[in-house]
């Protein structure tokens, strides 16, 4: 698959709350980051699992919006507009994807 293809198939599982299919998005040993910071917040897939099965379960009205994507290489760059996540009405970011040739490998989110 085409790193933008991974990354999308990713959304698709967020926004439909697919919690197995966006896990096995990420490699085993993946690694997501908040920008800026040197320590992951989530390291692995069993980690990426704990975080988002809370906000998929809290978030029934979870959807994310893709606005803008760019490509270069392995890595991808989104830019997208949550809403209904956990009572906040709408979240803006910037994800940064670094994906191998199955899986996301790293991200770093960029919050507004």
């Not at 919690?19 to 800026?36: D, E, K, P, R, W």
């Not at 990426?48 to 809290?58: A, G």
């Not at 949550?82 to 191998?100: P, S």
């Amino acid at each position: 698959m085409l790193p933008e293809e991974i990354v999308q198939k990713q959304l698709n599982a967020y926004n439909a709350r697919d919690i197995n299919t966006f896990v096995a998005c990420h490699a085993h040993n993946a690694q997501l980051y908040s920008f800026s910071e040197t320590k992951a917040f989530a390291q692995g897939q069993e980690q990426i699992r704990t975080i988002y099965s809370e906000i998929f379960k809290n978030s029934p009205q979870l959807h994310s919006k893709l606005i803008h994507r760019i490509v270069l290489g392995n890595k991808v760059i989104d830019h997208e507009e949550i809403t209904g996540r956990k009572g906040i009405e709408v979240l803006e970011f910037i994800a940064i994807y670094e994906v191998d040739d199955t899986s996301i490998v790293k991200a770093y989110f960029i919050r507004e």
